[in-house]
């Protein structure tokens, strides 16, 4: 069954535009992934860790016909393919980080993943681009839409929308 999926992706190594460019372009080849809309990049300051550099970061809608695991594995080999090692330390920089946000309105828990994403209420570089392409999308278990999430959101940071254009 085909559902709707929301990914989350940001570089902050290297071509940071040009990991943006290919993981869209990698994950279009996924069989059974189409992608609909791309928000705009945004550049933003890292959470976590401050001693490293800003991220691009941008949200994708598509279609997925499939299991969220099974994406998950295929994001993987995307991440993969644009030098990010399958092991590493948590927020660390990397050249990309692509997260399922929502898969339609599928709640996954699990060791390995977990959907929609739980820490997306705490990130404006998430909610931000999200809110460009689907202001009016209730994320499940949030049950709320990217604005309203966003009017909650106790994370500071300034995010600037680049002039970056993405393909189409």
Do not use: W
């Not at 959907?115 to 278990?141: G, N, S, T, W, Y």
């Amino acid at each position: 069954m085909t559902e709707i999926v929301y990914l989350g992706l940001g570089s902050n190594l290297d071509n940071r535009e040009n990991y943006l460019v290919k993981a869209v372009e990698l994950l279009e080849l996924i069989n059974g992934f189409s992608s609909v809309r791309l928000a705009s990049i945004y550049e933003t300051p890292p959470l976590y860790h401050k001693g490293q550099p800003h991220f691009l970061n941008t949200v994708l809608e598509g279609t997925y016909d499939g299991s969220p695991e099974h994406l998950l594995r295929e994001i993987q080999s995307v991440e993969s393919q644009l030098d990010r090692p399958l092991s590493r330390n948590k927020n660390e920089p990397r050249t990309i980080d692509i997260d399922i946000l929502v898969f339609g309105d599928t709640a996954v828990n699990s060791d390995m993943l977990q959907i929609p994403h739980p820490k997306m209420a705490e990130r404006r570089f998430v909610l931000e681009p999200f809110a460009e392409i689907a202001p009016d999308f209730i994320i499940p278990i949030f049950n709320r839409n990217p604005i309203e999430l966003m009017a909650d959101c106790t994370d500071s940071s300034i995010i600037e929308k680049q002039p970056i254009p993405m393909p189409a």
